[in-house]
Nanobody, 122 residues
C-alpha cells in the first residue's frame, strides 16, 4: 500500500507563515496528482490546492495569492507554503494523492495522510 506522511503543522500568529510537507512511500508506480485538503471540526473537508504530475496547479479562492503548492516527482512529495495566515485557516490539513500502485494494473487509487494541525492564533 501507500503511506502519506505530513509534517510542518503548528501554531503561528496571524500574518505568519508555515510550510507543510507530505511524502508518499510504499507501492508507488506513478502519482498522477497530489493535493492538500483541510477540515475544521463539524465542517466538511475542503480542497485547498492541487498539483498534477506535470505541475499544473489549482487553488481554492480563499487561499489564492497566499498559499503556494509545489511538488517533487522524484521524491513523491508535495509541499504547501502558507503565507499571510489568517485565523480562519486554522484546520487539520490533509495530504491526498492519486496513485498507480502496480505496473500490471493501470488503475489509480486514492490515499490520504493522517493530517497535521495548523492553528493560527495570537
Amino acid at each position: 500500500q501507500v503511506q502519506l506522511v505530513e509534517s510542518g503543522g503548528g501554531l503561528v500568529q496571524p500574518g505568519g507563515s508555515l510550510r507543510l510537507s507530505c511524502a508518499a512511500s510504499g507501492s508507488i508506480f506513478n502519482i498522477s496528482n497530489m493535493a492538500w485538503y483541510r477540515q475544521v471540526p463539524g465542517k466538511q473537508r475542503e480542497l485547498v490546492a492541487t498539483i498534477t504530475r506535470g505541475g499544473s496547479t489549482n487553488y481554492a479562492d480563499s487561499v489564492k495569492g497566499r498559499f503556494s503548492i509545489s511538488g517533487d516527482n522524484a521524491k513523491n512529495a508535495v509541499y504547501l507554503q502558507m503565507n499571510t495566515l489568517k485565523p480562519e485557516d486554522t484546520a487539520v490539513y490533509y495530504c491526498y494523492a492519486v496513485v498507480r500502485t502496480s505496473t500490471y494494473y493501470s488503475g489509480y487509487f486514492q490515499f490520504w495522510g493522517q493530517g497535521t494541525l495548523v492553528t493560527v492564533s495570537s
